[in-house]
């Protein structure tokens, strides 16, 4: 089975602190997926990655920014972490090819910013 | 670009009784869809998906939708409903042009299944 795992089930940070969120992912994909979920709005890309050292920027990348390293391993990374960026923060992942497109999640980090 | 649309945000239900969440889909060009489902603090885990051959698509946990291409309508259904389906339902559309998978999600319907 894939296996997508996310650093931390729950986190609380201070205003202005630099927050990484880290996921990797035991399947050899390609591509890794950064959302956030709030209630009423749904899923919203941040940023996604295709291969290593390569990003692109989603619907809502302002205040964020990534690192891919590693295949296996995707960060995200809040600066200076502000109140509006408290939010559930789910991680996924899917293989490039015909037929493939399908995401797999892992469990979520619900991030506080107090 | 896609769009996503989920027509009800919450959908109450009798146990055994049957339900169906609606999602419509805006796109120019040929799509593939998906329903995911979401238990209480936990990710998003696939329920089915469409990607091209027979219109209704069966998935886990007795789920089935049926993809309506004139209608741009990918209705998930199930006849008979048990407490254990309380979740959030999301709809999801990708249009497959590139090796990307981008996904452009719903609002998610919640549903509240109750005895």
């Known amino acids: 089975d894939v296996k997508v795992t996310q650093s931390s089930r729950y986190l609380v940070k201070r205003t202005g602190e630099k927050v990484f969120l880290e996921c990797v992912q035991d399947?050899?994909?390609?591509?890794m997926f950064w959302y956030r979920q709030d209630p009423g709005l749904g899923l919203r890309l941040i940023y996604f990655?295709?291969?290593?050292?390569?990003?692109e920027k989603g619907d809502i990348p302002e205040g964020y920014s990534v690192s891919r390293e590693k295949k296996e391993r995707f960060s995200l990374i809040l600066e200076s972490a502000s109140t509006n960026q408290t939010s559930m923060y789910l991680c996924?992942?899917?293989?490039?090819?015909?037929?493939?497109?399908?995401?797999?999640f892992g469990p979520g980090t619900r991030l506080t910013v107090t | 670009a896609q769009s996503v649309t989920q027509l009800d945000s919450q959908v109450p239900v009798f146990e055994e009784a049957p339900v169906e969440l609606r999602c419509n889909y805006s796109?120019?060009?040929?799509?593939?869809l998906f329903w995911y489902v979401q238990y209480p603090n936990q990710g998003l885990q696939l329920l089915l998906k469409?990607?091209?051959?027979?219109?209704l698509v069966k998935g886990i946990n007795g789920f089935e939708a049926e993809f309506n291409k004139s209608q741009t309508s990918f209705h998930l259904r199930k006849p008979s409903v048990h407490i254990s389906d309380t979740a959030e339902y999301f709809c999801?559309?990708?249009?497959?042009?590139?090796?990307?998978?981008?996904?452009?999600f719903g609002k998610g319907t919640m549903l509240l299944v109750s005895p």
């Open positions: 996924a992942s899917s293989s490039t090819g015909i037929g493939s497109y399908e995401q797999y």
């Open positions: 399947m050899d994909h390609e591509n």
């Open positions: 990655s295709y291969d290593v050292k390569m990003k």
């Open positions: 796109s120019s060009v040929s799509v593939y």
């Open positions: 469409y990607l091209s051959g027979s219109t």
């Open positions: 999801a559309v990708s249009d497959g042009r590139s090796g990307y998978s981008t996904l452009t």
